[in-house]
């Protein structure tokens, strides 16, 4: 086994293992029938990132862009359909909704009949890919605001944690091996809010900080 093909494995069994972090939150919800702890936004967003990547695999003709993102797009979707049947706020949901299969379209539209090109259509792909990546591994960045106000790393989970961390690695790795900057550049905030998340358990106590009077 050469180095690329153990970047390769490495990158297929990470990426799944976090995919698949949000069943047991979609075990939760049906049993709680709650969907307060769950993000959905996250789950919205990594779904139309997971169809416009699957679509790049495939221009590429690349097998593990094409596997994972294929994955990725149906537990996406499954996590989207869960949080549908049990959110009470149905306009909120609706004009999220409406709102991607806009943007889907509008991607669509853009690429085969503005653009045109097949080489240029790819690059445009992989460029849009690779923002919608590097928004949705910048989102964490939230999460590390909030602990550093309440001064508290209670709700992370250092499994979870690392493996964002050797995720992020193994895809920069990965883009950076075949140079492919749609590739390697997205997973750069990955490693960053990682890092960042490292530091906050490091530093700050699970529970919160007790104001004194």
């Known amino acids: 086994m050469d180095l690329l093909q153990f970047v390769e494995w490495v990158t297929q069994i990470s990426t799944l ?31 139309i990132n997971s169809i416009c990547c699957l679509a790049y695999g495939l221009l590429l003709d690349n097998h593990i862009l094409i596997f994972l993102n294929a994955v990725g797009t149906a537990l996406n979707t499954v996590y989207v359909i869960m949080y549908i049947m049990f959110c009470k706020k149905v306009i909120k949901v609706a004009v999220s909704m409406t709102c991607s ?10 690429l085969y009949y503005i653009v045109e090109d097949p080489d240029a259509i790819s690059d445009q792909l992989g460029l849009i890919s690779s923002v919608l990546t590097f928004m949705l591994f910048s989102l964490p960045v939230l999460e590390i605001i909030d602990h550093v106000k309440r001064q508290s790393s209670e709700g992370m989970s250092l499994s979870l ?16 091996m075949l140079k492919n ?27 919160p900080v007790s104001k004194k009077d």
């Open 17 to 47: 293992a976090l995919l698949a972090s949000g069943i047991p939150i979609c075990f939760d919800v049906y049993r709680t029938r709650s969907v307060a702890n769950m993000p959905f936004l996250f789950f919205l967003v990594g779904d």
């Open 181 to 207: 900057p749609y590739i390697s550049f997205p997973n750069i905030p990955g490693l960053a809010t990682s890092i960042g998340k490292l530091g906050v358990l490091w530093w700050y106590p699970r529970q």
């Open 161 to 176: 944690l690392f493996g964002s961390l050797v995720c992020s690695a193994a895809w920069y790795a990965y883009g950076m």
């Open 101 to 110: 299969a806009i943007y889907l379209a509008g991607v669509y539209v853009y």
